[in-house]
């Protein structure tokens, strides 16, 4: 896209006989898509791992990439004094293996999200440390090779548009629903809190997807009310979706389709 003073630099560079620096890009969206707050999606494969233990593998990765940075660790690793926001720093999520008829619930990936804000300066910071993990606590880590095409580690997966969205992991509520409370309007409250429109539609299942455990099954970092859905937007969503408490740290992960 042509710019203010472009015209002045590919002149100096033709007089210069210098080939002309790339010019500034600007990227095409769909307007009736609504974006996710959250970014670029980076994968490492695990040897093994239990998916309801997402949030166990997840804190083992944020610590292992928080090892490998440098000091002063980025804000945008650790997470402290970064201002309240929808998306304000790295979230580590749990990719695994699940919605079809085989799926065995098996851990395909561990990732580090970023806010779709981060700079460029951050994203480096981060992925330069990411790339040196080379293991989580006692479990060996790898990068995915280019020849692997397995649906469960592609970031399409996790992010194409769509308007229904389902819990692979649970949503951890704000708190617990008090007498008269439904769990829906605390699962509406948390999906708005977390940067997204309420949805018209809230489905709790006990078993969202194949491969899923019930809710009841994830560990959770802190106390919380535990529990799995299926939300139904008015319009398309992107991803990555991730909702409330534990979305920083392995769970309220969701996948799109089914609508």
């Known amino acids: 896209m042509p710019s203010p003073g472009r015209l002045a630099v590919?002149?100096?560079?033709?007089?210069?006989?210098?080939?002309?620096?790339?010019?500034?890009?600007?990227?095409?969206?769909d307007a009736r898509?609504?974006?996710?707050?959250?970014?670029?999606m980076f994968i490492l494969r695990p040897a093994r791992g239990a998916l309801h233990q997402?949030?166990?593998?997840?804190?083992?990765?944020?610590?292992?990439?928080?090892?490998?940075?440098?000091?002063?660790?980025?804000r945008m690793l650790h997470g402290h004094e970064v201002a309240a926001s929808d998306a304000d720093h790295a979230a580590w999520v749990?990719?695994?293996?699940?919605?079809?008829?085989?799926?065995?619930?098996?851990?395909?990936?561990?990732?580090?999200?970023?806010?779709?804000?981060?700079?460029?300066?951050?994203?480096?910071?981060c992925v330069l440390s990411l790339s040196q993990v080379d293991r989580i606590g006692l479990i060996p880590v790898r990068r995915p090779t280019a020849a692997e095409s397995t649906r469960g580690i592609e970031p399409r997966t996790w992010t194409h548009p769509a308007r229904v969205w389902t819990t692979?992991?649970?949503?951890?509520?704000?708190?617990?629903?008090?007498?008269?409370?439904?769990?829906?309007?605390?699962?509406?409250?948390?999906?708005?809190?977390a940067g997204y429109?309420?949805?018209?539609?809230?489905?709790?299942?006990?078993?969202?997807?194949?491969?899923?455990?019930?809710?009841?099954?994830?560990?959770?970092?802190?106390?919380?009310?535990r529990t799995h859905a299926r939300l139904h937007f008015a319009e398309r969503m992107r991803g990555p979706m991730l909702v409330r408490r534990g979305r920083y740290f392995g769970l309220g992960l969701l996948r799109p389709g089914g609508d």
């Open 10 to 29: 590919l002149l100096g560079a033709h007089a210069a006989g210098r080939r002309a620096p790339a010019a500034t890009r600007v990227g095409y969206a």
């Open 197 to 225: 429109p309420a949805p018209r539609i809230i489905e709790l299942p006990e078993h969202p997807l194949r491969g899923v455990p019930p809710a009841g099954a994830f560990a959770a970092r802190g106390a919380g009310h």
């Open 33 to 40: 898509i609504r974006p996710s707050p959250w970014g670029e």
């Open 54 to 74: 997402a949030a166990a593998l997840a804190e083992s990765l944020r610590m292992a990439t928080m090892s490998r940075a440098p000091d002063p660790l980025p």
């Open 94 to 125: 749990v990719l695994p293996d699940v919605g079809h008829p085989w799926a065995r619930g098996t851990v395909l990936g561990v990732d580090m999200v970023l806010p779709r804000h981060a700079s460029a300066a951050e994203r480096t910071a």
């Open 168 to 193: 692979v992991t649970p949503i951890v509520l704000d708190r617990h629903p008090k007498r008269g409370q439904s769990v829906e309007r605390l699962v509406a409250d948390s999906v708005e809190r």
